[in-house]
């Protein structure tokens, strides 16, 4: 008996404790280099010196790591929303910021860096810029540093590609960005060049949402014990980016750039037909997923625009009038109101309510409603043009007035607004890609990440709009097989 309790507790502790939960965090890795970003020579795996800060800091708590997409721009949202626990993706320790979230202790400190043409000269600091067009990005340090100027014609940009590729075209006289961007995306481009002084001071930091002092007294712990041990210097110096000014670094032997060096190589310019064609077909799988997150978010989304369309024009067609009344304020109200304003309300605003939807189900109700108003239109043409005497017709034969919409009315109507459902679909089809705000990489998110990886448009695009064109081409062809029938049910009804 003893030997049997014996061995029964060194199998309990053998038994390993529950894994705690990964640590998720939100980072934007459309044109993030060399922030968070996919690895060009491969596309499905995840690279950047700040995820492999995380991910250092996840492995010292113990914890493996989750990255959770998200637009730049909906990072903090994210954070209070409770999408993931903390937010890293080259966020700015400011004022505004720290109104709204808490940070860990800065993990680099660098500046704000302006950017020219190769024949420019004279436009090297920021009283020089005075008249002149700069680009930026919006809602950044730099952006409220060029504000403050107001002799300078500020232009904000959502990627930091779109403004370098804009001064290459002369459409703006320089760019105002942080020193790593400009390194990543200016530097290597033979038709600019990194001029002036440094302007300006800023430092990154790990975000938290409010009141989470005890993950960030670890994750503080965590980038103290890096910063001591030369962790987080060797990191930064395999992406080339521990100048002088990276602050508040233990030194330790130099570590060669590396990832900087596989940065370049993989974003060379494609010398061959061949090379490029390669480079399109590694493409090919992350564009069949996103065509297939696409469809489906459209499937479901077009499904429930009909039943909202039905219900709301019976409601305005044979409801009680109160009831009308309420249909018509949804339909104008939704119609009258933009669908990205619509998006952000559910997927951000609901849950001051709350109300929380995940990414996908949010996207599927805000497409799904927004249509549904346009669908309640239609379906009230169709059934307008029913005459009344066949639901009079009906209601004498001992139908109740449900059962003649039901039976009669509905599917004369329905088989009328076929064609323009169709066409509908296709439209939200395209209107999809407006979800790639609320984390979700459909088609047009992976245009956005390819193009801006590979500084490639042209080519990407054609890939992008040729998914479209095969995901659309089936409904064009129901929407006008439904045309020719009904055209012919017409005709024949005449003789």
Same mark, same amino acid.
């Given at each position: 008996?003893?030997?049997?309790?014996?061995?029964?507790?060194?199998?309990?502790?053998?038994?390993?404790?529950?894994? /705690?939960?990964?640590?998720?965090? @939100?980072?934007?890795?459309?044109?993030?280099?060399?922030?968070?970003?996919?690895?060009?020579?491969?596309?499905?795996?995840?690279?950047?010196?700040?995820?492999?800060?995380?991910?250092?800091?996840?492995?010292?708590?113990?914890?493996?790591?989750?990255?959770?997409?998200?637009?730049?721009? @909906?990072?903090?949202?994210? &954070?209070?929303?409770?999408?993931?626990?903390?937010?890293?993706?080259?966020?700015?320790?400011?004022?505004?910021?720290?109104?709204?979230?808490?940070?860990? *202790?800065?993990?680099?400190?660098?500046?704000?860096?302006?950017?020219?043409?190769?024949?420019?000269?004279?436009?090297?600091?920021?009283?020089?810029?005075?008249?002149?067009?700069?680009?930026?990005?919006?809602?950044?340090?730099?952006?409220?540093?060029?504000? @403050?100027?107001?002799?300078?014609?500020?232009?904000?940009?959502?990627?930091?590609?779109?403004?370098?590729?804009?001064?290459?075209?002369?459409?703006?006289?320089? =760019?105002?960005?942080?020193?790593?961007?400009?390194?990543?995306?200016?530097?290597?481009?033979?038709?600019?060049?990194?001029?002036?002084?440094?302007?300006?001071?800023?430092?990154?930091?790990?975000?938290?949402?409010?009141?989470?002092?005890?993950?960030?007294?670890?994750?503080?712990?965590?980038?103290?014990?890096?910063?001591?041990?030369?962790?987080?210097?060797?990191?930064?110096?395999?992406?080339?980016?521990?100048?002088?000014?990276?602050?508040?670094?233990?030194?330790? *032997?130099?570590?060669?750039?590396?990832?900087?060096?596989?940065?370049?190589?993989?974003?060379?310019?494609?010398?061959?037909?061949?090379?490029?064609?390669?480079?399109?077909?590694?493409?090919?799988?992350?564009?069949?997923?996103?065509?297939?997150?696409?469809?489906?978010?459209?499937?479901?989304?077009?499904?429930?625009?009909?039943?909202?369309?039905?219900?709301?024009?019976?409601?305005?067609?044979?409801?009680?009038?109160?009831?009308?009344?309420?249909?018509?304020?949804?339909?104008?109200?939704?119609?009258?109101?933009?669908?990205? *304003?619509?998006?952000?309300?559910?997927?951000?605003?609901?849950?001051?309510?709350?109300?929380?939807?995940?990414?996908? &189900?949010? @996207?599927?109700?805000?497409?799904?409603?927004?249509?549904?108003?346009?669908?309640? /239109?239609?379906?009230?043409?169709?059934?307008?043009?029913?005459?009344?005497?066949?639901?009079?017709?009906?209601?004498?034969?001992?139908?109740?007035?449900?059962?003649?919409?039901?039976?009669?009315?509905?599917?004369?109507?329905?088989?009328?607004?076929?064609?323009?459902?169709?066409?509908?679909? *296709?439209?939200?089809?395209?209107?999809?890609?407006? =979800?790639?705000?609320?984390?979700?990489? /459909?088609?047009?998110?992976?245009?956005?990440?390819?193009?801006?990886?590979?500084?490639?448009?042209?080519?990407?695009?054609?890939?992008?709009?040729?998914?479209?064109?095969?995901?659309?081409?089936?409904?064009?062809?129901?929407?006008?097989?439904?045309?020719?029938?009904?055209?012919?049910?017409?005709?024949?009804?005449?003789?």
């Amino acid at each position: 008996m003893r030997r049997l309790l014996a061995a029964c507790c060194c199998l309990l502790l053998a038994v390993p404790a529950r894994a /705690e939960a990964p640590l998720r965090w @939100g980072a934007d890795a459309q044109s993030g280099a060399p922030y968070v970003f996919h690895d060009p020579a491969a596309p499905s795996r995840l690279t950047g010196f700040e995820t492999d800060i995380i991910e250092a800091v996840a492995r010292r708590l113990g914890r493996a790591s989750l990255m959770v997409q998200n637009d730049w721009d @909906g990072l903090i949202p994210g &954070l209070q929303r409770g999408l993931y626990d903390v937010a890293i993706d080259g966020i700015e320790i400011t004022p505004e910021h720290r109104e709204a979230v808490d940070f860990s *202790i800065p993990y680099y400190r660098t500046f704000e860096q302006i950017v020219v043409r190769r024949d420019q000269a004279g436009l090297d600091s920021l009283a020089s810029l005075h008249a002149h067009v700069v680009g930026t990005l919006k809602a950044s340090l730099a952006d409220r540093i060029l504000q @403050g100027e107001p002799a300078i014609a500020v232009r904000t940009y959502d990627e930091e590609t779109n403004a370098y590729s804009d001064l290459a075209l002369h459409r703006l006289d320089a =760019v105002l960005l942080d020193w790593p961007i400009a390194l990543y995306y200016a530097a290597p481009d033979p038709r600019l060049k990194l001029v002036g002084a440094p302007v300006g001071d800023l430092a990154y930091g790990i975000a938290f949402a409010k009141r989470q002092d005890g993950l960030r007294g670890q994750v503080d712990r965590a980038l103290r014990d890096m910063q001591q041990d030369g962790s987080l210097r060797r990191i930064l110096q395999r992406w080339n980016l521990a100048p002088p000014h990276a602050a508040g670094l233990a030194p330790g *032997i130099a570590a060669p750039p590396s990832a900087w060096r596989h940065y370049l190589a993989a974003t060379a310019p494609s010398p061959g037909a061949m090379d490029r064609l390669r480079r399109y077909a590694s493409f090919l799988p992350l564009i069949a997923r996103a065509a297939g997150l696409t469809l489906l978010v459209s499937a479901c989304a077009m499904a429930l625009a009909v039943v909202v369309g039905l219900a709301l024009a019976i409601a305005r067609r044979y409801g009680p009038r109160p009831l009308a009344l309420v249909a018509t304020l949804a339909v104008e109200i939704v119609r009258g109101t933009p669908l990205l *304003i619509q998006i952000l309300f559910i997927f951000y605003g609901l849950p001051g309510l709350g109300i929380r939807l995940d990414p996908f &189900l949010a @996207g599927v109700v805000a497409l799904g409603l927004n249509y549904g108003a346009y669908e309640a /239109e239609n379906y009230r043409a169709g059934l307008q043009s029913v005459p009344d005497g066949q639901v009079e017709a009906a209601v004498a034969l001992n139908m109740t007035q449900m059962q003649a919409l039901r039976h009669v009315v509905v599917p004369q109507a329905f088989r009328l607004v076929l064609p323009v459902m169709t066409n509908d679909f *296709i439209s939200l089809l395209k209107d999809s890609s407006l =979800v790639s705000v609320i984390t979700l990489t /459909e088609l047009s998110s992976t245009y956005v990440r390819l193009s801006t990886t590979y500084f490639d448009y042209f080519g990407t695009g054609l890939l992008i709009g040729a998914a479209y064109l095969l995901l659309g081409l089936p409904f064009v062809h129901l929407a006008r097989l439904a045309e020719r029938r009904l055209a012919r049910g017409v005709g024949h009804g005449r003789h």
